[in-house]
């Protein structure tokens, strides 16, 4: 029988221990950890992941803050912003929230980010440090399938893991992660120019979609018995649905489960662990900055 891998339950679950050392951190006279956001611009996505960010920090006793601009802001104005981000010390970090508009220079905002209160990965150094297996804040969605994994009980070592995607914030780093020796897996990346790609895609143990197309992996892609891990999210028009659209994924699930050990669903699957990860990312910042001010 397939296993349906519950991200909601197993964010729940870290977001519950994360509460728990928030009140006792409270409780001792410490004050609570902060993330900051800044977003600028109208895109709906963008602004309902915000949204979500303010509500979980809240969830679990953090501190959040958003600074939110107009789509026609001045270049200036975001680097300013993460300048007093970045000497804040009751800031624990920060995301920058894409996309920015294209007046904002993405080389001018990365040379201004801090490595240290970067929650997303966004800086080389922190990069750099995850290619080398350093600590550092790992991006916080392969953070999300990397628990997902482990808190799942899904082995990684000695398996064939195929990455599905290559992008900066999703596919390498997630192929980074997978190769390190704490999970030990083989792999194998995938992209829009990789040949016979459900043979290649076949070869896995672990499949873990990143590709951004709805329901494009269907049961052709997907070995007997793999895990499938599903990173896509899409809104589909669905006039069947009250709402007018569905959720799905890249991966065509109710063809693609039957086959699985072990599959993720969407909604319910790696976005949930996205957002825990991105906590976990702001109290560790947090506990090192306590740390440094201790000194
Ligand atoms: P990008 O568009 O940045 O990257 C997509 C990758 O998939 C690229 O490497 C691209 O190849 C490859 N690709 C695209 N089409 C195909 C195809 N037909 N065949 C093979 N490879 C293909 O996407 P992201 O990495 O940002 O996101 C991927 C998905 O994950 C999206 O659905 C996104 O919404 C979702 N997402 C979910 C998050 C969550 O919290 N659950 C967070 C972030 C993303 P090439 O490099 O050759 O162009």
């Known amino acids: 029988m397939t296993t349906i891998i519950d991200g909601k339950a197993i964010a729940d679950t870290i977001k519950t221990e994360i509460a728990t050392e928030v009140k006792n951190l409270l409780d001792k006279g410490q004050r609570a950890p902060h993330l900051a956001v800044i977003i600028a611009g109208e895109d709906g996505a963008a602004l309902s992941y915000v949204n979500s960010i303010e509500k979980q920090c809240k969830g679990v006793g953090y ?122 897996a083989t792999v194998t990346v995938c992209h829009s120019r990789t040949k016979n790609l459900p043979q290649m895609c076949r070869r896995a143990d672990i ?21 499938v891990i599903d990173v896509g999210i899409h809104r589909i028009p669905d006039e069947t649905q009250p709402k007018g659209y569905k959720v799905c994924g890249d991966v065509k699930f109710n063809e693609v489960a039957p086959r699985c050990e072990a599959i993720t669903p969407v909604p319910g699957g790696v976005g949930s662990m996205t957002m825990a990860c991105l906590l976990l990312n702001t109290m560790k910042s947090y506990k090192a900055q306590l740390a440094g001010s201790d000194r």
């Not at 999300?144 to 990455?163: D, H, P, S």
């Not at 992996?217 to 997907?222: M, N």
Request: with cysteine; aromatic share 6%.
């Open 63 to 184: 501190m959040a803050s958003v600074y939110k601009f107009p789509a026609e802001v001045k270049e200036h104005d975001i680097l300013a912003t993460i300048d007093f981000l970045n000497t804040d010390s009751e800031i624990d970090g920060y995301i920058i929230q894409m996309p920015l508009p294209k007046q904002v220079s993405m080389d001018k905002v990365v040379a201004h980010v801090d490595p240290k209160k970067d929650m997303d990965c966004f800086h080389p150094v922190n990069m750099g440090n995850l290619l080398l297996g350093n600590d550092c804040f790992p991006p916080a969605t392969p953070y999300g399938v990397m628990e997902l994994l482990r808190r799942g009980n899904v082995e990684t070592a000695g398996k064939n893991c195929v990455v599905l995607g290559r992008s900066n914030i999703v596919g390498k780093p997630l192929a980074m992660m997978l190769l390190q020796k704490n999970a030990n």
């Open 207 to 227: 499949l873990i979609v990143a590709i951004g197309q709805p329901e494009m992996i269907t049961a052709e892609y997907v070995k007997e018995n793999a895990t």
